[in-house]
């Protein structure tokens, strides 16, 4: 009897050690997404912000999916659309049998079984602001909160107290999110710092002059506030644009291996370039993803890599992670090459080919966008 409670015991510890520790929220169960409250957190309308979290059981890893959704810098684009929420919306994502990352069933998906936390995104400014902005005409008001840097900054404090040991940490963001990936690494790396880091941006267009306009980007930024969360130079400068950030990010962090995944002529991307002023919208992107391949994340950097399709996509990971493919490499491998220890290497078709920039003159007549996750 006394060695059968010894080895009872032993299992039990080893059950106990073999798993980091989750400290699950109140009420929240395994494999459900639960709505969690933090104080703080808000919406461009002034509404409460949340985060949610999908526990899954005996889980070693976490991923941090930070959602995208347009972005907006005064009464026009705040009004139209171009931000697709500025007031709090409940969750509608189903991470169990979803597409992509969403997808719990899928074993092309490196993410199946990590416990996720998710930041949603009603700022309308990319995860960086940090403002309250009147946008009103003479006599009106239309006052605006840009308070997405804070938003992430505190979730992520969060998932850093909700498993604060877990063995792998991925940052994830589409679109919007994606640039708010990259550019809150630096909280990331202080806020985990037993844990494997990784960070993936997906479609997160390195904005950047002089591929737009100086004056207008300036304005943006200026509206949202965004250089107090930029990173500093050793001067104390901050960044200057996002493509500042991802050189600073390559020189400062070469513990976290960062991925970007861009198509070349991302037709979402394309449109907010215009909205900035870019004066060659049809090469834009194009030639903005190719600079940061090129200069900002480095072409033999070993923990900093690209895989870019030659697509109209806007963000590819929403959808089967096995079927997206770009010189015969899928994204499901290229990925679980990066956070696993396999094979990665940068995937880029515009060194071994002449990509064409997308432009309405050179389509073959009635031809329309591809499916998001199509390579042509």
């Keep these: 009897m006394k060695c059968f409670t010894k080895w009872f015991l032993f299992l039990s510890l080893a059950v106990a050690f073999s798993s980091p520790a989750l400290n699950l929220p109140k009420g929240c169960d395994y494999d459900r997404e639960c709505v969690q409250e933090l ?18 059981r005996n889980s070693e890893n976490l991923l941090i999916f930070m959602f995208g959704g347009g972005a907006c810098w005064d009464a026009v684009t705040c009004s139209t659309g171009m931000a697709l929420t500025l007031t709090r919306t409940e969750p509608t994502q189903d991470w169990n049998n979803g597409e992509g990352v969403f997808n719990h069933q899928d074993s092309n998906n490196p993410f199946r079984d990590f416990t996720v936390v998710t930041i949603p995104y009603c700022t309308g400014d990319v995860f960086v602001g940090d403002s309250k902005i009147d946008y009103g005409q003479p006599f009106t008001t239309y006052e605006v909160q840009h308070r997405g840097y804070d938003n992430a900054l505190n979730t992520l404090k969060e998932a850093s107290q909700i498993f604060p040991d877990a063995k792998k940490v991925v940052l994830m963001g589409t679109s919007a999110g ?9 909280n990331f790396d202080v806020l985990f710092p037993k844990s494997e880091k990784y960070v993936l941006s997906d ?11 100086e004056s207008m980007y300036a304005r943006v930024l200026k509206h949202w506030n965004a250089y107090k969360g930029f990173p500093v130079d050793d001067n104390n400068r901050p960044a200057e644009n996002f493509g500042a950030v991802l050189d600073y990010n390559r020189r400062k962090f070469p513990h976290i291996k960062f991925g970007l995944i861009h198509s070349y002529n991302d037709y979402v991307m394309t449109g907010f370039s215009v909205g900035l002023g870019a004066p060659d919208y049809a090469n834009v992107v194009h030639d903005i993803i190719i600079q940061a391949a090129n200069t900002q994340i480095g072409t033999n950097t070993p923990y900093q890599k690209v895989f870019f399709t030659e ?66």
Aim: hydrophobic residues 35%; charged residues 10%; proline residues 12%.
């Design 39 to 56: 104080p703080g957190l808000l919406c461009a309308d002034g509404t409460p912000s949340y985060y949610t979290i999908i526990p899954r």
């Design 178 to 186: 994606a640039i708010g990936a990259y550019t809150h690494m630096r």
């Design 203 to 213: 479609a997160g267009t390195p904005f950047q002059t002089p591929f737009v306009s």
């Design 311 to 376: 697509s109209w996509a806007h963000t590819l990971t929403q959808y089967p992670l096995g079927n997206t493919k770009s010189l015969d490499v899928s994204l499901a491998e290229w990925i679980d090459g990066m956070i696993n220890g396999g094979k990665w290497e940068n995937i880029r078709p515009d060194l071994h080919q002449e990509v064409i920039p997308w432009s309405p003159f050179n389509q073959p007549a009635g031809m329309k966008p591809p499916q998001p996750f199509t390579v042509y």
